[in-house]
């Protein structure tokens, strides 16, 4: 059952095994549960992962936009992780594309709306562009498991994956 060094087992074990395992379990979670910093529990939360396709008034180029934000009696916490792409155009020499690098935007505020949504804000704190940290901006996510229809991302049907308001 031990491992031992000649047949006698080492000085953790020998310490371990005098204690009584009926001690150790409620000893835990009583030390477990001083955590006097324990967060509240969430009254709301908004997570998934969306594909938006590009929309043709070019208010969304593609991209891959993942979220996991919750409310508590303490505010609005989580992240926005946003992967996008400058769409190529080809003949057009501004835009060439570019990296799908992230986009890390911390959430300060969450909104649950009426319709299944949630508006999510929050403050850029990585960019692939130095200049965009620190700007704000909102999102809103829709889940639409109850109709059947696509989820949407600030209107625009999601192509892949799911969001979760509840």
Known sequence: MFATSGGIPNKKETAMSHIPLILVVPLLSAVLSLDGNAKSAATGVVRGHGEVPS???????????????????EGAHGRIIWIGDFAFVPGDPQDKGGPADPWFIDVTSLTFLSDNSAEVCGVVVHAPREQAIGEEGCLVFTDNRETGEADTIDGVAIIAGNILVK
């Open 55 to 73: 929309t043709e008034e070019g208010a969304l180029l593609p991209s891959q936009i993942s979220i996991n934000a919750w409310l508590d009696s």
